[in-house]
């Protein structure tokens, strides 16, 4: 029996992970942004702050605004845009809300140490919701039941009957209102009628800084894939932050430089995860030359230790000082999954086209 995804009225749209991926994109843009410029302007208060009256508006307040204004926009509003804007808004605000979570788990406040760890740590738990949404979407495709995949198919057309659907998007619906595996009911002929009956809209060019991404990212891949001094770049390049982690807190130690420090948790946990990224790194490295594929998802995993636990405790330790060697774990672990990407292509299924009439 195919697996449901319908739990108590619930069903994920078509749309669901893109939107997720906008929503902490815009949210970690966001924190950066907001301790960037406070940074730069001294970290005003408007209103005067405390000494001036008392006044001293937070922007969590301002964030808690704008996630309410997203919510109210996707509570409101019906349609694929209403998702998208409300994800800008409330990304926007969760951005500027967990920016000040110092201010809520301790007396030191907006400067307690820890806060710039569990930010991370919020974030590294949302884009793992996204990959478990994105991995659940492309496993529906193929088991959901036929009533969430007639939802589903409500949906578009809901959003066509709004703004009209480009052909691909009629063709991509019908697709899967077919492929349900058994006989067609009345209710799929009667949303497969809507769907073709629903206005038609030409596919709507793309934004220009949306086509320079895409430029990008084609450019960037085609350089990547498939060149073996990057692997070996990049297990270097894991091996050495890896170490030099351990360098740097040996080198403290010696110095004194150590003396004053109170996150000890922070340093151990740092170590911790240094040393089990270190010891796969190495691993990897020495596997390139016997087993590619071996090495290259131990790799991965030693970056993945660093990205998914080991960078909390850095941004305790560095705080927002970590955001770069954040950004180069993340590049090596672009060109590894890349790499890891190119394997053979499977046989190809062919599927229903869009157009074949629903039988019983």
Same mark, same amino acid.
């Given at each position: 029996m195919p697996r449901m995804t319908l =739990?108590?009225?619930f069903l994920r749209t078509a749309s669901a992970a893109a939107h997720l991926r906008l929503f902490v994109l815009v949210g970690v843009a966001t924190v950066l942004v907001t301790r960037a410029f406070l940074v730069l302007t001294d970290y005003p208060k408007l209103g005067g702050g405390a000494g001036h009256g008392g006044l001293h508006i937070a922007h969590m307040l301002w964030g808690g605004l704008l996630m309410l204004a997203g919510l109210l926009?996707?509570?409101?509003?019906t349609g694929l845009a209403s998702r998208r804007r409300g994800a800008l808004i409330g990304g926007v605000g969760f951005g500027l809300f967990i920016d000040?979570?110092?201010?809520?788990?301790?007396?030191?406040?907006? *400067?307690y140490r820890p806060a710039a760890g569990l930010i991370y740590l919020s974030f590294v738990a949302l884009t793992g919701l996204t990959w478990w949404v994105t991995r659940r979407g492309r496993t529906d495709r193929e088991t959901v039941s036929g009533a969430a995949r007639?939802? /589903? =198919?409500a949906d578009t057309a809901l959003h066509g009957a709004l703004c009209g659907l480009t052909p691909q998007d009629r063709d991509e619906a019908l697709r899967r209102l077919r492929a349900t595996g058994g006989p067609a009911t009345a209710l799929d002929a009667a949303l497969? /009628?809507? !769907?073709? =009956?629903?206005?038609?809209?030409?596919?709507?060019?793309?934004?220009?800084?949306h086509e320079l991404a895409r430029r990008a990212r084609d450019w960037v891949t085609a350089r990547v894939s498939g060149k073996r001094p990057l692997v070996h770049i990049a297990a270097w390049g894991a091996t050495l932050q890896a170490a030099l982690l351990l360098v740097a807190i040996a080198v403290d130690g010696l110095t004194g430089g150590l003396a004053d420090e109170t996150q000890w948790t922070a340093i151990a946990g740092a !170590?911790?995860?240094?040393l089990t990224s270190l010891a796969l790194s190495l691993r990897g490295t020495a596997l390139l030359r016997r087993d590619r594929s071996a090495a290259l998802r131990t790799l991965? /995993?030693? !970056? %993945?230790?660093?990205?998914? %636990?080991?960078q /909390?405790?850095? *941004?305790? #330790?560095?705080? *927002?000082?970590?955001?770069?060697?954040? %950004? #180069?774990?993340? =590049?090596l672990l672009y060109v590894l999954s890349a790499q890891l990407g190119r394997g053979p292509a499977g046989p190809r299924v062919r599927r229903a086209s869009a157009r074949e009439p629903l039988t019983g």
């Amino acid at each position: 029996m195919p697996r449901m995804t319908l =739990a108590r009225g619930f069903l994920r749209t078509a749309s669901a992970a893109a939107h997720l991926r906008l929503f902490v994109l815009v949210g970690v843009a966001t924190v950066l942004v907001t301790r960037a410029f406070l940074v730069l302007t001294d970290y005003p208060k408007l209103g005067g702050g405390a000494g001036h009256g008392g006044l001293h508006i937070a922007h969590m307040l301002w964030g808690g605004l704008l996630m309410l204004a997203g919510l109210l926009v996707m509570l409101v509003f019906t349609g694929l845009a209403s998702r998208r804007r409300g994800a800008l808004i409330g990304g926007v605000g969760f951005g500027l809300f967990i920016d000040e979570v110092g201010k809520l788990v301790a007396v030191d406040g907006y *400067f307690y140490r820890p806060a710039a760890g569990l930010i991370y740590l919020s974030f590294v738990a949302l884009t793992g919701l996204t990959w478990w949404v994105t991995r659940r979407g492309r496993t529906d495709r193929e088991t959901v039941s036929g009533a969430a995949r007639s939802a /589903a =198919a409500a949906d578009t057309a809901l959003h066509g009957a709004l703004c009209g659907l480009t052909p691909q998007d009629r063709d991509e619906a019908l697709r899967r209102l077919r492929a349900t595996g058994g006989p067609a009911t009345a209710l799929d002929a009667a949303l497969a /009628a809507v !769907l073709e =009956a629903v206005p038609e809209r030409p596919a709507r060019r793309p934004a220009p800084h949306h086509e320079l991404a895409r430029r990008a990212r084609d450019w960037v891949t085609a350089r990547v894939s498939g060149k073996r001094p990057l692997v070996h770049i990049a297990a270097w390049g894991a091996t050495l932050q890896a170490a030099l982690l351990l360098v740097a807190i040996a080198v403290d130690g010696l110095t004194g430089g150590l003396a004053d420090e109170t996150q000890w948790t922070a340093i151990a946990g740092a !170590l911790a995860c240094s040393l089990t990224s270190l010891a796969l790194s190495l691993r990897g490295t020495a596997l390139l030359r016997r087993d590619r594929s071996a090495a290259l998802r131990t790799l991965r /995993a030693a !970056l %993945l230790v660093d990205l998914l %636990l080991g960078q /909390a405790f850095k *941004f305790t #330790i560095n705080q *927002f000082s970590a955001v770069a060697g954040w %950004l #180069i774990s993340l =590049a090596l672990l672009y060109v590894l999954s890349a790499q890891l990407g190119r394997g053979p292509a499977g046989p190809r299924v062919r599927r229903a086209s869009a157009r074949e009439p629903l039988t019983g």
